[in-house]
């Protein structure tokens, strides 16, 4: 049972190990007879040498198992996983009788959700979509969003293949929806982990997990962004190219009217303090005429593609916050020197803390702060816990550049001019 069991904790991180206590632990359950144990053990074997691209081997211990099978309580599940091992592997024939065989055996409803999602997925490589949507319909009853993520993909994905872009936002929002919760499952399951293990003496290893997992999490949601943004642009390709030229400049020219905006303020903050002054004044008249001709443009732009823009909304605010979830993860793992953000990632990034910290974006959001698109970006990065280095590295800023830039948004934004850093002050809120 210790073998089982440490061969489990393995699987997830140190494969090789794995293998070896599974193999430890099959020898050891067949001296005490327990068949379900030496079941389990050798489909851990199986899984190893599937995941090292050997079939032929990972079928000698999936076909093993059956010799075992009538002895044990847990027929289905056997099979249901000899199934999704030849489903993975091509050989849709075999898993089809035996997945349909577990789902004859299975007694518990929630357990046949697994093997009603992969006969979907047959279903739809042999050209019987109909059959498919059925079994995909009865799957998404299902409690595990981990299930559910999967199911949306295939309908999404079949609907683009078919070009039946009537339900698309709806798949589109569910696996977006399902997958967030994922995030924040995983994320909480972390934290809880982390607080009640706090006094063990294990824990330095336990912490050592945790970030293997929250990378290897951060890494597949990574994946799974490109894919969902590759995705959309293909659905998104049969619009009319000047549509799509139209949504861009309302977007460049959002980012350029917030910064006028904000330099404006500027300069209305100097003539008070400084008093009247022939250069700001002749900025400021500039700035205002060109506040208002972008205003104008902007309005203008979004009335000709007023329609489109209701119809593509959501998929477009998706998109946008899938962009930022993958900056903000490249940024968290320490990858900031790698990346060159543009006015274009400030906005992504926006939309995706906004998601995850509405409390503190709120705040940042306020009307008379008047904060940049770059400004609120730092703000964003020094409340996520990262040092100055760190952040003037993800902007491409020196050192005295970002200090610079704290200190504008310390005085002349928050108006605050006690002797706290700006990074303590948000990390406060």
Do not use: W
């Amino acid at each position: 049972m210790i073998y089982n069991h440490l061969a489990h904790i393995n699987q997830k991180q140190r494969l090789e190990d794995a293998i070896l206590y599974f193999r430890e632990g099959l020898k050891c359950e067949k001296l005490t007879g327990n068949i379900d144990r030496q079941i389990s053990n050798i489909h851990g074997i199986a899984i190893y040498f599937a995941y090292h691209d050997q079939p032929d081997s990972a079928e000698y211990y999936f076909n093993k198992s059956l010799d075992l099978v009538s002895k044990s309580d847990a027929i289905a599940p056997v099979l249901h996983n000899i199934g999704a091992f030849y489903h993975d592997n091509g050989n849709y024939d075999k898993a089809f009788s035996y997945l349909q065989e577990a789902i004859k055996l299975e007694d518990k409803e929630e357990e046949k959700f697994y093997s009603y999602a992969i006969l979907a997925d047959i279903y739809l490589n042999r050209g019987e979509p109909q059959i498919a949507n059925e079994y995909l319909s009865k799957s998404l009853k299902t409690t595990d969003i981990g299930l559910k993520t999967y199911i949306y993909e295939l309908l999404y994905t079949t609907a683009l293949k078919k070009e039946e872009y009537s339900n698309f936002s709806e798949y589109i929002e569910g696996y977006v929806t399902n997958l967030h919760a994922i995030y924040k499952n995983e994320e909480k399951e972390g934290v809880m982990r982390i607080q009640k293990q706090y006094d063990n003496e294990s824990l330095l290893r336990k912490n050592l997990e945790a970030e293997i997992n929250i990378t290897r999490l951060i890494a597949a949601i990574c994946l799974l962004s490109i894919f969902i943004i590759i995705l959309i642009l293909l659905y998104r390709y049969n619009r009319k190219i000047q549509n799509e030229k139209t949504r861009k400049l309302i977007s460049i020219k959002e980012v350029e009217l917030q910064d006028y905006k904000s330099r404006l303020t500027e300069i209305e903050q100097c003539l008070a303090f400084e008093g009247i002054n022939s250069d700001l004044l002749t900025e400021r008249a500039k700035l205002l005429h060109a506040i208002e001709n972008q205003e104008k443009d902007i309005k203008e732009y979004k009335k000709t593609v007023k329609q489109q823009i209701h119809e593509d909304g959501k998929i477009e605010l998706y998109q946008s916050v899938l962009r930022g979830a993958k900056l903000y993860s490249k940024i968290l793992n320490k990858q900031g020197k790698t990346i060159s953000l543009t006015s274009a990632d400030f906005i992504d990034i926006i939309r995706f803390y906004y998601c995850e910290h509405k409390n503190i974006m709120d705040f940042l959001m306020i009307d008379k702060f008047h904060l940049s698109a770059m400004e609120t970006v730092i703000c964003i990065l020094f409340h996520s816990g990262l040092t100055h280095q760190e952040v003037a590295d993800c902007l491409g800023n020196t050192s005295d550049t970002l200090a610079k830039s704290k200190m504008r948004i310390k005085k002349n934004k928050f108006n605050l001019n006690d002797n706290r850093r700006l990074e303590e002050i948000l990390l406060s809120i």
